[in-house]
């Protein structure tokens, strides 16, 4: 079977996205996939990130720009969250894994690929300021679990950033300081026998491992954003490469069905770690080579990427639903993204041939390695 040429891989996504796009009065309308009706901001959000990773915005106008960016900024309310009125009667708005915050982390990625900062500032991280308070509510994750760890990993993932944010882009002093005691409060309680967080489990258990180390993807950003020290690496990438199916999916060795999160969720810290240390580095690229490949074998058609294989999956909202093997904006992005990460240590496979461009925000689309 021939592999699909880069160029054509990146006109086919591009396509799809534009697909998406409801041409009614601002350009920011775009439905999250065939089956949906409704216009919703995440879905434009993926688009301006999809875009930006392929260099399709570096020739848009500066009047273009101008719009794209104050279309999202009128999503901004007085709390500093951006909220979307088409989805704002979710059951899982105030949840991390998919409600305000969570959108509003996308949000800022989706303004800094334009060039733009976020014009208020968040209410919700004013509570950490109290350098007491940010380890006490660290603390308080519920830990219990491999699945309430993995949640943890999206709280403190959500409010992490927006904590660098505040740093980085609104010269938030304060935020500077919590989220270091964030990260110290993280460094000292990795769990020495699979590198994350949560509790003891065992680790011949895949579907337990699995959950912590999808977890571990949230708070490791929040390390490698501000190039941070992390423990136990090489117990890190033994954990995560035993997840590999034979498919090259990351949902265990006898789940041959990997989804968008499982597989992004493994390919971000093997790179990152990769340039980290010296440990298992061929085996890495070995297990990468067939990650991409699994990647790609998502994509449909249409040019768009299902979620995973064979079922439907409906994300935090009707007016966010994909059928089963049907094309969604959020796969779309996310498995783009995992190309993209993965060609920093290919850059002679089919994936490193893209000129990806990355952000230099905190979040998950930035480029330091």
């Known amino acids: 079977m021939n592999s699909p040429k880069p160029s054509i891989i990146r006109k086919k996504t591009l396509e799809y996205m ?9 350009y920011g309308h775009y ?29 848009i106008s500066d009047e273009t720009r101008k719009e794209w960016s104050s279309y999202l900024q009128s999503f901004q309310d007085e709390d500093g969250l951006f909220k979307d009125p088409v989805v704002a009667d979710g059951e899982f708005v105030d949840f991390d894994w998919w409600g305000w915050r969570h959108l509003t982390c996308h949000v800022l990625i ?12 968040f209410a919700c991280i004013t509570p950490f300021y109290d350098l007491g308070f940010v380890k006490k509510w660290v603390s308080e994750r519920d830990w219990s ?21 505040a740093r980085d882009f609104h010269n938030d002093k304060k935020a ?66 035993s997840l590999q199916n034979k498919k090259g999916g990351f949902s265990g060795p006898h789940h041959p069905v990997s989804s968008a999160c499982q597989d992004i969720d493994a390919i971000d810290p093997l790179v990152r770690l990769t340039f980290q240390t010296e440990y298992r580095k061929e085996d890495i690229k070995i297990a990468l080579k067939k990650a991409i490949s699994c990647v790609l074998s998502h994509q449909n058609k249409d040019g768009g990427f299902m979620f995973y294989r064979d079922k439907d999956f409906k994300y935090g909202h009707q007016e966010m639903y994909s059928g089963i093997n049907e094309s969604a904006m959020f796969p779309t992005w996310f498995r783009t ?20 461009r990355f952000t230099d925000c905190p979040g998950v689309q930035f480029g330091k390695v």
């Open 18 to 26: 534009e697909n998406m796009h409801v041409r009614i009065s601002h």
């Open 31 to 59: 439905r999250y996939s065939a089956s949906t009706k409704k216009p919703v901001l995440y879905a434009f959000t993926y688009a301006v990130m999809t875009k930006h990773l392929y260099r399709d915005l570096d020739n």
């Open 110 to 121: 989706a303004l800094t690929c334009l060039g733009v900062i976020a014009k208020k500032g």
């Open 145 to 165: 679990t491999p699945a309430s760890s993995n949640n943890a990993g999206n709280e403190i993932l959500n409010y992490g950033t927006l904590l660098q944010y």
């Open 176 to 241: 500077g300081r919590a989220i270091e005691g964030m990260l110290d409060w993280l460094f000292k309680n990795q769990n020495p026998h699979y590198g994350t967080w949560g509790p003891d489990i065992d680790i011949n258990k895949k579907m337990d491992l699995a959950e912590v180390m999808m977890g571990g993807y949230h708070e490791f950003l929040l390390f490698f954003y501000d190039k941070r020290p992390l423990k136990y690496k090489e117990i890190i990438i033994d954990r995560i490469l």
């Open 337 to 356: 993204l995992s190309l993209a990460i993965a060609a920093h240590i290919l850059p002679d496979s089919l994936i490193g041939k893209f000129d990806w």
